[in-house]
């Protein structure tokens, strides 16, 4: 049997070795979580954990505040209530990403916009963003898909000329840099999740930096995430003067939170390298488009996502996935199932049940074809796990299987 036979037409199996693992958690989270049970209060505003936890990130961030949250999620929302993004507003966003860069938008009565991508780095750039600002725009949600970050330079000159808020969506851009600079603080707010999927966990958990440095924004998007409460002041002041909702973090996953930043960097620092040795196995790889780092970026690798060429390829993206599953290498074909606006949500317009607010207060249209890089990205796309305790080795598997199935189904 020849040793370029697919594994799938009966050859041999490239990955022969199990993938390096390891354990996220350990004596640190342990120790943190005996502390904050043993302040006899599990509430942010009275003990030491949560605090503790956003000055570890603010110093680890060069930023004067941050607020914690309960999700990633919950950190969208307090950032757009924040930036003052109300009912009849537009937001512009991604259509590749998680349904929680949407959610607050939609909580907020405002409506999200859709803008088209970059083909190969996968992220909005400043020319599809403002094909879609109008009157209306208030803020845009960048999204720096996998830890490669967007192209902020441009995005934020737009911004400042239609004096439009920017939200970063560093959900899996955690130490991603830019031109020199973390993604977060580079925008108005920089949104994190701490769920159990990202690059550090506390089972679930957000943080949103607020960038301006002003105390009277950090005190509106403290509030935020707090019912409205203002707990600056001795006494707190409940005075609801609008809507809020409650995304506080509790001590528990503060504790955690200090002692996953402390593995933060050399976990994003391995899934560069990791990342980047893929790229460079691959990048001549014909019927293969690696992933397109911006220029100036530096990627935290949150996974690796390729597209095929399917000029160069005789082949589907599933039976390719399937030919390289069956080498050992565990993939997904694409991200996420469709592009967010042709889910039924955006399709009915229907954010709330038999309701079609606040999408009847425009004109707005999410036909399919409306961002056609972002339908074929998620069409050609596969994606491949990058993981901190993966070994060199099993990059190396990576690189000899996709080179070995490319090579099987070049035309
Ligand atoms: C995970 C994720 C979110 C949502 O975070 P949760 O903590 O799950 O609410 C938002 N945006 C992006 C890009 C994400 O990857």
Known sequence: MKNNTLAIFGGQQVKTTPFGTGKRFGIDEATELLEAL?????????????????????????????????????????ALGAAGVTVGDEVI????????????????????????????????????????????TKAIIVVHLAGNPCDMEPIMELAKKHKIKVIEDCAQSYLTTYKGRLTGTIGDYGCFSTNDFKHISTGDGGIVSINSGQEEDYYTTHAFADKNYKRQEKSVIRDIEYLAPNYRMTELQGAVGIAQLKKLEWICTRRNELGEQLTVGIQNTKGIHPMKITKGGWCSYWFYMFTLDSESLKCTREEFSTALLAEGIPNSPGYIPQVLYAQILFQQKQAYLNSHYPFDQGNYDYAIGSCPNAERILQNAIRLDINEFFENKDIEDMITALNKVAAHYRV
């Not at 505003?45 to 607020?67: A, R």
């Not at 405002?110 to 094909?131: C, G, K, W």
């Open 38 to 78: 043993e302040q006899n209060t599990l509430f942010y505003h009275f003990g030491n954990k949560v605090k503790q936890f956003l000055s570890d990130f603010n110093e680890m961030y060069g930023v004067k505040y941050s607020v914690a949250t309960s999700s990633g999620t919950a950190a969208l929302h307090v």
């Open 93 to 136: 966003t991604s259509p590749i990403t998680d349904q929680g860069t949407v959610i607050g938008i939609l909580y907020q009565n405002a409506v999200p916009v859709f803008a088209d991508l970059e083909p190969h780095s996968y992220n909005l750039t400043a020319e599809s963003i403002e094909r879609v600002i109008t009157p209306k």
